[in-house]
């Protein structure tokens, strides 16, 4: 058995707030110096130099990088024989966040409900997924979600026949109706099979990827990257001025499903794409 202590997992979690709101990832960062080489538009090159200064800038001066430091989705894989000492899980995650939004002087974005929307003043609660797994590990996926981008992400429950054709038009429809409201390039987090809530789950999965893993199913791999040229030849460009860098990446998960359905999620992550892994 192996003892995580609840004050470790706060400090850590505090200590990822702070730093994913104002330090882009390093995989964010390459794809979007990437793209900016090989952007030719002059507009669009120059809408992701700034993007790039601006993350530069944020790194530098210890500020958020934009003003939405979103809703903190943390993804939790738990060895069966890790015991946490002193409190609960999800307290200690709760607690961190609220520190490390306090300490950053960081947004605090999220109310009590959808009705009485009272701010909650400390950006909890977060949502927190758990994947018990076999390892004596504790790993905390942490993300701050912005609502620009969430508020784009979709989901259809297809009938099999739709197949992977439907699947792709809808897709690319998502984006198409996001047009700039998610501050394109955005990460396309796709979520393939399961039932209604699973396809969400995964599609918020793959938006949060890190955008160097490469898939290991070689099919998705090969859908991945031909939904990444369909939508960069959409036009859409970066934060919506035209151009060819309308996603830094398409990311696919996938699960069984029912033989009567095909769920399709999408969930849009922004180029501002915060996240980061604690591992305790
Ligand atoms: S979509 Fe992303 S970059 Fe745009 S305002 Fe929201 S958090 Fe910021």
Do not use: W
Not at 31 to 47: N, P
Not at 63 to 75: K, S
Not at 228 to 244: A, C, D, H, R, T
Request: hydrophobic share 45%; proline share 5%.
């Amino acid at each position: 058995m192996k003892i995580v202590k609840y004050e470790d997992i706060v400090l850590k979690v505090k200590l990822a707030c702070l730093q994913m709101t104002t330090d882009l990832p390093q995989d964010v960062q390459n794809k979007l110096e990437m793209m900016a080489m090989q952007e030719d538009g002059q507009l669009a090159k120059q809408m992701l130099d700034i993007i790039i200064e601006n993350a530069n800038i944020a790194r530098q001066e210890n500020r958020p990088m934009c003003q939405d430091t979103g809703m903190v989705v943390c993804f939790v894989k738990m060895g069966q024989n890790i015991q946490i000492e002193g409190g609960l899980l999800a307290d200690a995650i709760n607690e961190g966040v609220s520190l490390g939004y306090e300490e950053g002087y960081l947004r605090k974005s999220v109310v009590n409900n959808p009705i009485d929307r009272i701010n909650t003043l400390d950006n909890t609660p977060a949502i927190i997924h758990y994947d018990i797994v076999e390892d004596d590990v504790l790993i905390i996926e942490v993300a701050a979600k912005g609502f620009g981008s969430e508020n784009m992400s979709q989901l259809k429950m297809f009938p099999p026949a739709a197949g992977i054709a439907g699947m792709k038009e809808f897709v690319k429809q998502v984006v198409i109706d996001a047009g700039p409201n998610p501050c394109p390039p955005i990460i396309v987090g796709i979520g393939l099979g399961g039932d209604f809530e699973k396809a969400a789950l995964l599609a918020k999965k793959a938006a949060i990827r890190n955008l160097d893993e490469v898939n290991p199913n070689e099919k998705l791999l090969a859908l991945e990257k031909e939904l990444e040229v369909e939508i960069n030849n959409l036009g859409i460009g970066p934060q919506g001025f035209g151009g060819k860098t309308t996603t830094l990446k398409v990311n696919i998960e996938m699960f069984a499903t029912h033989i009567a359905g095909l769920p399709v999620a999408v969930n849009i992550n922004c180029h501002a794409a915060r996240h980061i892994k604690v591992v305790l």
